[in-house]
RNA sequence: GCCCCUGUCGUCCAGUGGCCUAGGACGCCGCCCUUUCACGGCGGUAACGCGGGUUCGAAUCCCGUCGGGGGUACCA
């Protein structure tokens, strides 16, 4: 069980969860699944001055939305915790130190500025701008000099000379030559660590062993790689590297990546229009992976039984709504009645539409009407709009101006009068009978169009053009409702 | 500038030397169904960035070129 397979999840809580991060973790997620492996959650919370207590609870709330269940990590525990970085800073001072007394790290003592203006230098001679290695081997008395100037140093990695290469899980082979890697800040000079060495550190003392993430860090594997070599010698973790693979972006209009800045990569803005978890994530699955054959409509369990790393694309995905949306709406149309309804229900009590607690009728009446307007849902977001009449008093009801315009005309008002007649007389309510009797009365005697007096009819009863069907609707509200919302059209 | 990644319909994905006069999905257009809108059904639109090779044969291999993206931090 020594070589089973550990992935993690690692965001940092700063802003809202974006859609590229739910698509990583996501892959993550499919890959531990698939391998019977572990999916770890950790949250990289170093850089106080971004982090939020704020943004890590909504981290885990879409983590737990989504149901992307984690096997280790916050609120959850493990055997390498503490999931947070906040909590791990002991262990990080301890890596350092070790690096620094074996001669795998160094203390530089430049400044800012002066790395700026040799790079400068470097960039106009046409070489990779970069850290020069000027601190690498200083004297005794040189570094007394810059103490006295009261200097504190970072810590920087000792890169070796030569050609890094891995076989990236999704991008093949892959080589850096030891010119383009200088040689990085681990600890600023005021003792924090950074990404750099806390990302790595974490992934071996927590037995990582396949990290998948954005392409952003493909740069900086080969660096990675050789710290996970200098951890070997100083014994952190088991002395492993891990597999990397690199995702493409997800990108959003234009040619640009998805950035947390944009509100269309915000998750939560998905979660408010109505758009069902299950369907997110199988349209998230499709950018950038495939089965391999035409089937694009699945489920997460299915995504993981097949997931296959060596089949994600290199190329950055552009996120199209409009395929989101009707994925979600094959999705919406998936669900079965009750579960579809129980959405529908908190998405009307959000909207102030039913009670916090509907009444047992209100819940009725809902799983009636559910299945009148499952078909013509995208997002649940369009459900109060298109049940409101339903469940709104009749003082409250209103007739949308708009749609009432060229269709409730004053050349149809002796016909709506005759239908409220009948509907007072016809002895079955229902939808058959309902369709049968108007038809013969409005479209057979009176030689109206259907479209057009229907039309009228629906506007009147539903308030609006686009509803759900409408004898089916006038069924489920009942003889007195429509009538009296008839009468009101005919008042005016 | 330098380094790295990437390049098939508008978009996403399929395609790893002949099954490709390039397939599917979303979008868009048209038709059918129909009491509106949808749903569904049917049909259409539309792509291998470009130039050289290699080969009997290339979207698939090689070289070049052009384009897109990223990195070049005491960000991640």
């Known amino acids: ?8 999840f690692c ?53 737990r939305w989504l149901g992307l269940n984690w096997d280790e990590g916050p609120e959850v525990g493990g055997p390498f915790g503490p999931y947070r970085q906040s909590e791990r800073m002991d262990i990080y001072k301890d890596v350092a130190k070790k690096l620094y007394e074996k001669g795998f790290a160094y203390h530089c003592y430049c400044t800012q500025e002066e790395v700026e203006e040799r790079r400068k230098a470097q960039k106009e001679k046409g070489q990779t701008p970069g850290y020069d290695a000027h601190c690498r081997e200083l004297t005794d008395s040189q570094i007394a000099e810059f103490k006295c100037k009261n200097r504190e140093p970072v810590l920087r990695f000792r890169m070796p000379s030569k050609t890094i290469s891995w076989n990236d899980l999704v991008r093949g082979e892959l080589s850096f030559k030891h010119e383009h890697i200088p040689d990085y800040v ?14 790595p550190t974490d992934d071996a003392l927590m037995e990582i062993t396949h990290v998948l993430r954005g392409e952003d860090l493909l740069s900086s594997t080969p660096r990675q790689i050789a710290l996970y070599e200098a951890f070997k010698e100083i014994g952190v973790g088991k002395g492993i590297t891990p597999d990397f693979g690199h995702l493409p972006y997800v990108m959003g209009e234009g040619n640009k990546k998805l950035s947390k800045r944009d509100p269309e990569s915000s998750l939560l803005l998905y979660r408010r229009e109505g758009f069902l978890p299950e369907g997110l994530l199988n349209y998230l699955a499709l950018l950038g992976w495939s089965f391999g054959n035409d089937i694009e409509f699945f489920s997460m369990q299915e995504m993981a039984d097949n997931f296959e790393i060596s089949r994600v694309s290199a ?15 094959d999705w919406i149309r998936k669900l079965s009645v009750p579960e579809l309804a129980n959405r529908m229900e908190k998405q009307l009590i959000d909207s102030k539409i039913l009670p ?137």
């Not at 069980?1 to 993690?8: A, C, E, L, Q, T």
């Not at 019977?36 to 890590?56: C, M």
């Not at 600890?187 to 990302?199: C, E, F, K, S």
Request: a neutral charge.
């Open 1 to 8: 069980m020594s070589n089973k397979v550990r992935v993690r």
């Open 315 to 329: 190329n950055p995905a552009r996120f199209d709504i409009k395929k989101c949306t009707a994925i979600n709406a």
């Open 186 to 199: 681990l600890v600023r000079a005021n003792g924090d660590p950074l990404y750099t060495l806390v990302n």
């Open 11 to 63: 965001p940092s809580p700063t802003g809202d969860p974006h859609v590229g991060m739910v698509r990583t973790a996501l892959f993550n997620w499919a890959f531990a699944k698939h391998n019977n492996g572990t999916f770890v959650f950790r949250i990289e919370d170093t850089d106080t001055s971004r982090d939020s207590e704020e943004s890590y609870q909504a981290l885990l709330d879409s983590m």
């Open 356 to 492: 916090n607690s509907p009444s047992p009728e209100q819940k009725e009446l809902l799983i009636s009407a559910t299945p009148l307007v499952q078909e013509r849902l995208e997002t649940l977001s369009q459900v109060p709009g298109m049940l409101s009449f339903f469940f709104v008093s009749e003082s409250e009801f209103v007739v949308d101006k708009e749609d009432a315009k060229n269709t409730l005309t004053q050349d149809l008002l002796p016909a709506l009068e005759k239908s409220v007649k009948l509907l007072r007389d016809i002895p079955e309510f229902k939808t058959q009978s309902l369709h049968d009797e108007l038809n013969k009365l409005l479209v057979t005697e009176m030689g109206l169009k259907p479209r057009v007096i229907f039309t009228a009819l629906r506007v009147a009863v539903t308030g609006r053009k686009v509803s759900p069907p409408l004898f089916e609707s006038m069924e489920i509200m009942g003889r007195d409702k429509v009538i009296s919302r008839i009468e009101k059209c005919l008042k005016k």
